[in-house]
């Protein structure tokens, strides 16, 4: 039986599906996988503020709507992206446990936050994370960012800006936790509950046999 597996077009979000796939094959190794790439809105538009986005779905609409015409038959999401309510027909199948919900700095010379020098530009991706900056140092110069992962570094590596908040679970799927010049603790960071989840969605049809492949994985890690 083949699966195909809808992500995002972002080495991240291609190490998240590699990540799904694994659940997949242990609970049933007979099974085959295909990627599908779809560019979403959120990857198309690249100069909107997070803050002023406004659909829920704008890191995952267009997969699910793959989803829904059967383009793809399990799409691979980070939990935190998903909309309050998912399109009619859809259902979340599998929700993997986080593996770090910590936001982290990477900054120039590995600098921690209380030592970056006043007025250095840091960037930020979320009204969230614009917010507790704002707070632990107003003196900074903060810089709303847009982009994946290695392009919110490629700023940094630039000079473009000086140190940037990413999520920590990204850095380590990525394999690039030597960036990380400090981890936040959740009373000074407070991030999304489900950040560094990884939820599995299909049709409300197919979410038995899904299912039936991951029962294996649920029992293991209580889900």
């Not at 793809?72 to 992206?81: E, F, G, Q, R």
């Not at 998912?86 to 700095?105: M, N, Q």
């Not at 920590?168 to 603790?185: D, N, V």
Request: charged share 30%; net charge positive.
């Amino acid at each position: 039986m083949e699966i195909r597996i809808g992500i995002r077009p972002s080495p991240l979000a291609l190490k998240q599906a590699e990540e799904a796939i694994g659940l997949l094959k242990r609970a049933h190794a007979k099974s085959t996988f295909s990627i599908s790439k779809i560019f979403t809105i959120g990857d198309k538009d690249k100069s909107t503020p997070l803050s002023k986005v406004k659909d829920g779905d704008f890191f995952t609409r267009e997969i699910d709507q793959a989803l829904l015409k059967k383009e793809i038959d399990l799409a691979v999401h980070s939990s935190k992206d998903l909309p309050d309510v998912l399109a009619k027909g859809l259902a979340v199948v599998f929700e993997t446990p986080s593996i770090s919900r910590y936001d982290c700095l990477v900054s120039r010379n590995k600098l921690k936050l209380r030592d970056l020098p006043k007025g250095w530009r840091i960037g930020v991706s979320s009204q969230r994370r614009k917010e507790e900056i704002s707070i632990l140092r107003k003196d900074l110069d903060i810089v709303e960012i847009r982009g994946n992962i290695e392009e919110r570094i490629a700023l940094l590596d630039s000079g473009k800006i000086d140190a940037l908040i990413v999520a920590h679970a990204a850095l380590i799927r990525l394999g690039s936790e030597e960036r990380i010049s400090e981890i936040f603790p959740l009373d000074i960071f407070h991030t999304h509950p489900k950040q560094g989840s990884l939820s599995l969605v299909a049709r409300e049809e197919d979410c038995k046999r899904i299912k039936s492949i991951l029962s294996v994985q649920a029992r293991a890690t209580g889900n």
